[in-house]
């Protein structure tokens, strides 16, 4: 398994932006699906964009379509999730995940029991 390490959160205000990042400390992510999610308080843990192996293909919670934008770059074993216009359901712990998985194709899944590797969560605040 991955151990995976987020980073870039903070408290930000309404409109704002962040950019967390996702480093693997141990392993390489070229195998993987890489998927951010995120929990609020007192709500269940909810996808918000994965993006697959080969960086070619992602898929995005509809709340964040448009103003999230995932990319990786595997030469640096890091997943990034940019985050612009943000509002303050924004707000959550925001955990990277990582699925074991060789689907290169639309739509890679953002069920959190596909993914087996989790970080530890990184919290962004959005304050109006």
């Known amino acids: 398994q991955l151990q995976l390490v987020e980073s870039g959160g903070g408290l930000v205000q309404l409109g704002g932006s962040l950019r967390l990042s996702c480093a693997a400390s141990?392993?390489?992510?070229?195998?993987?699906?890489i998927g951010w999610f995120r929990q609020a308080p007192g709500k269940e843990r909810e996808g918000v964009s994965c993006?697959?192996?080969?960086?070619?293909?992602?898929n995005y919670a509809d709340s964040v379509k448009g103003r999230f934008t995932i990319s990786r770059d595997n030469a640096k074993n890091m997943v990034y999730l940019q985050m612009n216009s943000l509002k303050p359901e924004d707000t959550a712990v925001y955990y990277c995940?990582?699925?074991?998985?060789?689907?290169?194709?639309?739509?890679?899944?953002?069920?959190?029991?596909?993914?087996?590797?989790w970080g530890q969560g990184t919290q962004v605040t959005v304050s109006s």
């Open positions: 995940a990582a699925s074991y998985s060789d689907y290169d194709g639309p739509f890679p899944p953002l069920i959190s029991n596909e993914y087996d590797s």
């Open positions: 141990r392993g390489t992510m070229d195998y993987y699906i």
């Open positions: 993006v697959t192996s080969s960086g070619d293909n992602t």
